[in-house]
């Protein structure tokens, strides 16, 4: 029978060592300029943004040569650098534009090439997107980090997602088929509206590893999944959707990473 779930497996001392290994830890944040634009304090080359503008269907995307360094791009109102903090913040409101698959808006990056081109990577290797960030307000749920699918099929599902919600509850969403709109949710911790935490997603072969503030979970990547490329998202996904441009999710970020072997 063919396995469609992604099992979550609690990871001993060993096991969460060995991921040390492979960079699963906690990620630590960056020095940051509250004068800058996020560009100038991340690496903002490898991203492309994705706003709760545009046309319906057709959201604003803003490109990484946009983005990066000290003279790129920032939004008032969706995307900005805390001046208080340095941190970059992203605002998604509950009405806003959003894509011909989803009901909801964002303000999120998305994985691109140093070339420019849409970052499209296979199950093979190791991938891992790592963060530190705070969750300033949120209505129901926002997703903060994503594996989406990339090519290889038809389904337009990400394979993983990660969720946080009011009361601090953090949850990893991870997809049961490429077919199913269904997910599995798992509870990975708690922190406080309001409190830094970390996240680090590690894609290895046919596993997914997780830690949240360094306490790490695996899941196995049903073989299903296997034709089809990936890549990361980071920002504010908010999972809820009104007539309201008031409500909605303000999340900070205080560092973030791609790494690929």
């Known amino acids: 029978m063919r396995r469609r779930t992604l099992l979550a497996i609690s990871l001993s001392t060993a096991a969460a060592g060995a991921l040390g290994a492979l960079g699963i830890g906690s990620a630590s944040a960056a020095t940051l300029d509250p004068s800058l634009p996020p560009g100038g304090n991340f690496d903002l080359s490898v991203w492309s943004l994705q706003l709760p503008t545009g046309s319906p269907g057709s959201p604003d995307t803003i490109s990484p040569a946009q983005l990066k360094g000290a003279n790129g791009y920032s939004n008032p109102s969706f995307f900005w650098t805390d001046k ?41 290797g190791n991938h891992t997107l790592s963060a530190q960030l705070r969750i300033v307000s949120v209505t129901k749920n926002v997703a903060v980090g994503q594996v989406k699918l990339g090519t290889g099929g038809t389904s337009t599902k990400p394979l993983a ?9 953090i949850y990893f969403g991870t997809q049961n088929s490429p077919d199913a709109s269904g997910q599995t949710l798992h509870k990975v911790g708690t922190v406080a509206l309001g409190v830094k935490w970390t996240y680090v997603i590690n894609v290895n072969g046919n596993k997914i590893n997780l830690a949240i503030n360094g306490t790490a979970t695996s899941y196995t990547i049903p073989s299903a999944f296997n034709p089809y490329r990936q890549y990361f998202k980071a920002g504010s996904y908010n999972q809820s959707s009104s007539e309201s441009t ?11 990473t791609v790494k690929h072997n």
């Open 84 to 124: 208080n903090d340095g941190s970059m913040t992203f605002w998604a409101p509950e009405k806003g534009v959003t894509t011909p698959n989803s009901n909801y808006a964002r303000s999120e990056l998305r994985e691109m090439n140093a070339n420019g081109s849409a970052a499209n990577w296979t199950l093979a």
């Open 161 to 169: 997602e990660l969720y946080y919600r009011p009361n601090g509850d």
């Open 246 to 256: 008031t409500n909605g999710a303000k999340v900070k970020f205080y560092s973030l």
